[in-house]
């Protein structure tokens, strides 16, 4: 089985089930994981840079880091204290992995550069993107069925969603009601 980067990506956003197993298991995939969810960002910066400018980029980019850590810690308490089957046995390195991979799909948000695309491209890309975390919570958990790994990141979309606005409160970065 090749390990490049590229066939990869390419299996991942396929929602090859064999590559998030492969993943899963190879320590040495994590800057690989980390790179997919760099260039992802990347292409969602460079995708909406009409609205967002370089600062748009970083930003796109350095958020897609920090919110893949803190959905890997998330997943990991729900799918393994609140959530397990009895065969479930994971760490944060193997979700690490896997829903770095699973990021894949949002590559093709460098297509909403073009004037136009952006309003379809996106939509795309978060369904899709939604779809591989699926299979990578439910592999990398050991999941028998897939139900388990989408009721996991339904929770864990809404506990990132209520720890980003949080945040963003904290902060005073959220925009005042009209």
Not at 61 to 81: E, H, P, Q, R
Not at 120 to 131: K, R
Request: aromatic share 8%; net charge positive.
């Amino acid at each position: 089985m090749s390990t490049s980067l590229t066939n990869r990506i390419f299996r991942a956003a396929t929602l090859d089930v064999h590559l998030y197993e492969e993943v899963e298991a190879d320590k040495s995939a994590m800057r690989q994981a980390m790179l997919v969810v760099i260039l992802s960002g990347v292409a969602a910066g460079v995708g909406s840079i009409s609205r967002g400018g370089a600062l748009g980029v970083a930003m796109g980019t350095a958020m897609g880091l920090v919110g893949w850590y803190i959905w890997a810690f998330i997943i990991f308490f729900i799918g393994t204290k609140l959530l397990p089957e009895p065969q479930t046995k994971s760490n944060v390195g193997e979700l690490l992995r896997t829903i770095g991979f699973a990021s894949a799909p949002g590559l093709i948000r460098i297509f909403g550069v073009f004037p136009g695309v952006e309003k379809l491209v996106f939509p795309a890309a978060t369904v899709w993107m939604l779809a591989a975390m699926v299979i990578a919570v439910r592999q990398a958990l050991d999941y028998k069925g897939t139900v388990r790994a989408v009721i996991v990141c339904i929770i864990g979309l809404l506990v990132q969603i209520a720890i980003l606005l949080t945040i963003f409160s904290v902060f005073k970065v959220l925009p005042k009601p009209a």
